[in-house]
């Protein structure tokens, strides 16, 4: 069975610029999750998809943004983007979600803004 | 909202000793717990979770002890091996279905 892809591995913005990152979850589950991971404030939870409808958002500003489509995938979004956003993004799938079932997580996208 | 302290944030041992890293939660809703493997360049990998109504669970040289009462909880590695070396994370996710982490431990096995 595939595991979670993320595309692209790597990314360079400039300060102002927005950003799509794409998530291709296991095949059969149906949440995705979005996590922004770095040395400063370690792993945080952005938001949850299940079923194309956003279930949980973490305490991020609304810059940053998702959706998932019909076959589950996903991709999040971050508009005007700061030197701050510089980070490894990294997307979690799950059969049902992330309070109940065990999470895989993808290799990440590295984004830093510049 | 949910906090999670971990410790200690940089473990060192001989191969063969057995590791231990504990951490704690402040949401008693909280009723999973998962502890995860980071290795350099790669995603966190699910090594072990427990959920609030068991106390102990063990798989082959890694073990997870909850304490609901005193709301922490640990992750045991035996007989430790230098590819045991990554960044450990432990997790809880509680009434606001929203999974938070703890800073990371650095786990260096020595050959």
């Known amino acids: 069975k595939a595991g979670v892809t993320q595309t692209p591995r790597y990314l360079i913005k400039t300060r102002g610029q927005q950003v799509t990152l794409s998530c291709s979850p296991i095949s059969g589950h149906r949440s995705v999750s979005w996590y922004q991971q770095t040395p400063g404030q370690g792993l945080q939870f952005l938001f949850e998809?299940?079923?194309?409808?956003?279930?949980n958002k973490g305490n991020f500003p609304g810059r940053f943004s998702g959706r998932q489509f019909s076959n589950s995938r996903s991709e999040m979004n971050v508009s005007t983007l700061e030197l701050g956003d510089s980070a490894l993004y990294l997307c979690?799938?799950?059969?049902?979600?992330?309070?109940?079932?065990?999470?895989?997580f993808g290799p990440g996208t590295r984004l830093t803004v510049t | 909202g949910e906090n999670v302290e971990q410790h200690p944030s940089t473990l060192s041992v001989q191969e063969g000793d057995s590791a231990v890293i504990k951490c704690t939660y402040s949401d008693s809703a909280s009723n999973y717990f998962p502890w995860y493997k980071q290795e350099l360049g790669k995603g966190p990998q699910l090594i072990i979770d427990?959920?609030?109504?068991?106390g102990e669970k063990k798989d082959q040289r890694i073990a997870v002890t909850l304490n609901k009462t005193a709301k922490h909880f640990s992750l045991h590695i035996t007989e430790t091996q230098p590819e045991d070396s990554a960044v450990y994370f432990c997790a809880a996710t509680g009434g606001s279905y929203i999974p938070t982490f703890g800073r990371g431990t650095s786990l260096i096995v020595h050959p």
């Open positions: 427990i959920r609030s109504n068991v």
């Open positions: 998809y299940f079923s194309e409808t956003q279930r």
């Open positions: 979690a799938s799950s059969l049902e979600g992330t309070s109940v079932d065990e999470q895989y």
